[in-house]
T-cell receptor, first 114, second 116 residues
Framework: DTAVSQTPKYLVTQMGNDKSIKCEQN?????MYWYKQDSKKFLKIMFS???????INETVPNRFSPKSPDKAHLNLHINSLELGDSAVYFC?????????????FGSGTRLTVV | AQKVTQAQTEISVVEKEDVTLDCVYE???????LFWYKQPPSGELVFLIR??????QNEISGRYSWNFQKSTSSFNFTITASQVVDSAVYFC?????????????FGKGNQVVVIP
């Protein structure tokens, strides 16, 4: 009964490959996010989807493409992986418009590009 | 634009000492939300507290306490009688109600090391 689940937890891949990270939430939230945590632990938002619509698209290379087939899923596809893409990627969800403004995070995907 | 500053990068304390983590935020909104998250060595983000801008009451939860002062735009976090299990990175974060996109902006984090 995990609230926000991401797979895989670890991903090791070679430069130039294409990979995907999947995220699913069972909280009924209408908004989902991808955050990137770099080697210095800094957490920065990459994308946000509200009811399958892209509403935040930070300065992220075009090689990163989020896809939201429905409001419970937000996947992240990365083309032509580079060494600098190595990081921990966190998926999160929230319900926009509620007074409590809670965010629930997945356990993270550690991506290592070699 | 929203901004969260956590000035202290790494803080080392001896077990049973108290430690206070400073968080200063910047926003033009009158309605906003402040958060603290803990990231232990295992890597997950653990939610600790959420406070909205209209609620300036301080809060205590066990050994954790939070001091919210709108006048100085600060939301500081104190761990009393620290334990080794408190060793983690702690993040302060801000979400503005009027931003329209619900983003959560994080500070750079405080690495707390509790020495036994």
């Amino acid at each position: 009964d995990t609230a926000v689940s991401q797979t895989p937890k670890y991903l090791v891949t070679q430069m130039g490959n294409d990979k995907s990270i999947k995220c699913e939430q069972n909280l009924g939230h209408d908004t989902m996010y991808w955050y990137k945590q770099d080697s210095k632990k800094f957490l920065k938002i990459m994308f946000s989807y509200n009811n399958k619509e892209l509403i935040i698209n930070e300065t992220v290379p075009n090689r990163f493409s989020p896809k939201s087939p429905d409001k419970a899923h937000l996947n992240l596809h990365i083309n032509s992986l580079e060494l600098g893409d190595s990081a921990v990627y966190f998926c999160a969800s929230s319900q926009v418009g509620t007074g409590n403004r809670g965010y629930t995070f997945g356990s993270g995907t550690r991506l290592t590009v070699v | 634009a929203q901004k969260v500053t956590q000035a202290q990068t790494e803080i080392s304390v001896v077990e049973k000492e108290d430690v206070t983590l400073d968080c200063v935020y910047e926003t033009r909104d009158t309605t906003y939300y402040l958060f603290w998250y803990k990231q232990p060595p295992s890597g997950e983000l653990v939610f600790l507290i959420r406070r909205n801008s209209f609620d300036e009451q301080n809060e205590i939860s066990g050994r954790y306490s939070w001091n919210f002062q709108k006048s100085t735009s600060s939301f500081n976090f104190t761990i009393t009688a620290s334990q080794v299990v408190d060793s983690a990175v702690y993040f302060c974060a801000l979400s503005e109600a009027s931003y329209g996109n619900n983003r959560l902006a994080f500070g750079k984090g405080n690495q707390v090391v509790v020495i036994p």
